[in-house]
């Protein structure tokens, strides 16, 4: 997507009955590049940085609103350059059935999506096979909706409301 948004400020200086309109500072956001230019008198100032991609709604540290002392399901989005990288853990049976990706493990990686939903290809650590899943930001809360099962043995709910955690 291509923009281009400038917001120019200015300064009247009366000299008798004239005006003389002299723009002081101009500001042009242009394809997440911003500038900033100032003119007052000889002084000039131009400064062009980068701005990130701001963070998706996706992203943090949410959990299931069905947490109780038996079972316990959390997902972990991170936002990574143009990607989001999500990790679960899913508790059942108060830790007898376990499956949880840990630091250093993936669950799903997918490009960062313009909507408010995404379908991601996600691994079971449990038994190494792989599923799809539904994940869909309300507004409020991230919902969790297997479409496809891993083939192997594994521990998900195949339906979760979640909250973001603080």
């Known amino acids: 997507m291509n ?26 956001l242009s394809n997440n590049a911003l500038k900033i230019s100032n003119n007052l008198g000889r002084m000039h100032a131009s400064n062009t940085k980068r701005i990130d991609n701001p963070p998706s709604p996706f ?10 002392a038996t079972k316990d399901f959390s997902l ?8 989001l990288i999500g990790t679960y853990c899913y508790t059942l049976n108060s830790g007898d059935k376990v499956d949880c990706a840990g630091d250093a493990t993936i669950s799903f990686s997918v490009p960062l999506p313009s909507g408010n939903s995404f379908v991601a290809a996600f691994a079971s650590t449990h038994s190494q096979t792989k599923g799809l899943v539904q994940i869909t930001f309300d507004g409020t809360y991230l919902i969790w909706t297997i ?14 409301k979640l909250i973001r955690q603080p």
């Not at 400038?6 to 004239?18: D, K, N």
């Not at 479409?147 to 979760?160: L, Q, V």
């Open 3 to 28: 923009y281009i948004a400038t917001l120019t400020f200015i300064s009247m200086i009366f000299s008798g009955s004239f005006a003389v309109v002299k723009p002081i500072t101009e500001t042009t």
């Open 147 to 160: 479409t496809k099962e891993p083939t192997g043995e594994y521990y998900s709910p195949m339906s979760a």
């Open 59 to 68: 992203v943090g540290e949410w959990n299931w609103e069905k947490n109780s």
């Open 76 to 83: 972990t989005i991170k936002q990574s350059g143009g990607k």
